[in-house]
């Protein structure tokens, strides 16, 4: 199971996410109500222990969510669009 690390300072070019999300966001408003917590504890079981480090379980689920809210036809599209 992946953990959320800190980016390298040779890749960061300082962007700010939180400025590139405006502020009146309806998923600003889920984060803040949303918590994910759980999610960990509930899928530890299904993770390998050994191989590639994946994306952290409570990213995957948010990033499912954000699919089903902007009625994303696809993972592809769901990537792509992920950067708006």
Known sequence: MGEKEQQ?????????????????HPLRRINEVLDLSFVRAQVAHTYGWRGNKLAPPEVILRMML???????????????SARL
């Open 8 to 24: 390298s300072p040779l890749w960061n070019y300082r962007v700010n996410l939180d400025k590139r999300v405006r502020r009146d």
């Open 66 to 80: 954000l699919l089903f809210l902007e009625d994303i036809k696809s993972e592809r599209e769901l990537m792509r």
